[in-house]
């Protein structure tokens, strides 16, 4: 149980397009899911925090407009980045928990490798 | 803020070689603290946990033991394994964060034949 599963594993797009993807949570139901950057050998960045039914919090220095977040269900978030450029590309990767709570591991789906040309 | 350190890496061992890979945290209250696991090409999976001090998670053979006189979770395993060969991450959360981890700076291990 506790699957989190992310989509498109890969993409690359023009310098310019918007990307979505999406992060869901098969077997549970998630009001909470974490966004997440990670760059090449370095460790993960959390971006926002996507709240159902809520705008999402976003952590300083990352431009809310540029990555558009909507958790329209429990078991739905998408992350959309919007005009997407070559400084964008890096690997994406979604989390949620079963049971909100410090405690409470995070599942994370297997991330979203996004390259921008 | 919060914060995790972890030692450099990479690690390189041999197989059934002992393995320690250090983290300390910072934290201003009582925070859960994890490791988890990157696979090549793969999401991170929770290896083990510690949710107050003293409290020893363990899982596959390794272990880590919550100390907060030394605000450490040190990642150990006996007898490594080809199979190991991944990127661990120390992570911790605080008590109001509603599960949102701040992670450490990840630790390549290879473990060779």
């Known amino acids: 149980g506790a699957v989190v599963s992310q989509h498109p594993s890969w993409v690359i797009c023009k310098s310019g397009t918007s990307v979505k993807i999406e992060c869901r949570s098969l077997?549970?139901?998630?009001?909470?899911m974490f966004w997440y950057r990670q760059f090449p050998k370095q460790s993960l960045m959390l971006m926002a925090t996507?709240?159902?039914?809520?705008?999402?919090?976003?952590e300083q220095g990352v431009e809310k407009d540029k990555f558009l977040i909507n958790h329209a269900s429990l078991t739905l978030s998408t992350l959309t980045v919007t005009s997407a450029h070559p400084e964008d590309s890096s690997f994406y990767i979604c989390s949620a928990s079963i049971e909100q709570g410090a405690s409470q591991p995070q599942h994370f789906g297997d991330g979203t490798r996004l390259s921008i040309l | 803020g919060d914060s995790v350190t972890q030692m450099e890496g990479p690690v390189t061992l041999s197989e059934e070689a002992f393995l320690t890979i250090n983290c300390t945290y910072t934290?201003?209250?009582?925070?859960?603290l994890f490791w988890y696991v990157q696979y090549p090409g793969e999401g991170l999976q929770l290896l083990l946990k510690?949710?107050?001090?003293?409290d020893k998670g363990s899982n596959k053979g390794f272990e880590a033991t919550y100390r907060k006189e030394t605000t450490s979770f040190h990642l150990e395993k006996g007898s490594v394994q080809v199979s190991d060969s991944a990127v661990y991450f120390c992570?911790?959360?605080?008590?109001?964060?509603?599960?949102?981890?701040?992670f450490g700076q990840g630790t390549i291990l290879t473990v060779h034949p």
């Open positions: 510690a949710t107050k001090a003293d």
């Open positions: 996507s709240n159902e039914g809520s705008k999402a919090t976003y």
């Open positions: 992570a911790l959360s605080e008590g109001t964060s509603y599960g949102k981890l701040t």
């Open positions: 934290a201003t209250g009582y925070p859960s």
């Open positions: 077997d549970f139901q998630a009001t909470t």
